[in-house]
């Protein structure tokens, strides 16, 4: 690498302090962080307790980092989903280069204009759709361009949210409602969309999607049940239980070993009595039917893309583990993986199936299957040498963001179909 990049980052939550942050902690001759913005004290404290960072360059809002001279080759922007564009315009103009959290936006006209924007000034904007740079994903896309399968003629992919991940994100969480941020499909599941445009390698032409909000709704609260899970007396069999969550339940909870997320979203440095605390007054001590949450639990997709590919995609939250399954089918065999397993089985018709298996120590650091790290490391690689095309890049991000809001839109239509084409000109 040429030299060491700079970085400010406007968001300290667990994505920008823990994830991207934290790349400056472990290659600090790779990045440093030069200034923060938070205008929660605790997280806002990461600054100089993890990052390193002065306390003067610190700053309660992002408006007042962005007040102030260009602190930094690049701005790590990882505030709320509705937050990105407004901060993004203004960062571009000053000069940043940008890595911005995903979804862009839930607004598709804001997402034109950002693309629009860094071509204007100039600047490379990397969105944060990891799973791309994950070993898992890249060998999938190195076997289907190698032929070993043939044409690619449909996918079929499945993300398992994860029944206590749900309850903790989108029933009383930051992306519960779409209205505040963003809908499920695009908050959560831009990521898959991403990977079926970048594995078909052609535009998706037209979606259809069926879905809805059915179970964590308050018709469905057992009898007897309370506000809050530390005062519900008939807790003991429901599995939604806070304590359950993030006290004892394995891998998240507290008395399993946990230390990082979920905790860190209820409390800095947690412990028994700062959870408890977070539980008995904050949003994640809610009863899970009892929530002002209004983004759907479940939705399948169903996707064409130019020259006949198609796709099935579904997400939901009724699942024990969180982990993404995948298959794609061409005309002379099939790729079939597990991400959380590590392993790609691979049938070519006719033949004895071949296992690939991916060595999870390969990675620098365990987010998302070591594809924060591998982002980071590109971005800061293009910073450094002056130019260079990001894995994912703004005009590619824009794409998915296209199929994700199309999806949402016919979900919310009873399933019509909307052509990705017609859908896109909304935003002119």
Partial sequence: MAKKITAAICGMGNRGAEAYGNYHRLFPEELEITAVADPRPDRRALGWKLLDVPKERCYETAEELLAQPRLADVLIITTQDRDHVRLALPALEKGYHLLVEKPISPSLEECVALREKAHECGRTVVVCHVLRYTQFYSRLKKLLDSGVIGRLESIAATENVGYYHFAHSFVRGNWRRSDE??????????????????????????????????????????????????????????????????????????????????LTVLCVDPTEEKLYKAMRAGPYGRCVYRCDNDVADHQVVSLEFEGGVTASFSVSAFTERCYRTIRLMGTMGEIEGSMEDHRIVVRRFGKPEEIVTIDPKKDKFAGHGGGDARMMEQLCRIVAEGGGEALTSVDVSVESHIMALAAEESRLHGGRAVELAEFAKTAK
């Fill in 181 to 262: 941020t963003s809908p499920l499909i695009l908050a959560k599941t831009c990521h898959d969309m991403d990977l079926l445009r970048w594995l078909a390698d052609r535009p998706c032409l037209r979606v259809s999607s069926f879905g809805s909000l059915d179970w964590f709704r308050e018709e469905n609260a057992p009898e007897g049940s309370a506000e809050r899970c530390l005062d519900c007396p008939v807790k003991a069999d429901c599995p939604y239980d806070a304590e359950k969550i993030y006290i004892t339940h394995k891998p998240a909870g507290y008395r399993q070993g946990a230390r990082g997320w979920p």
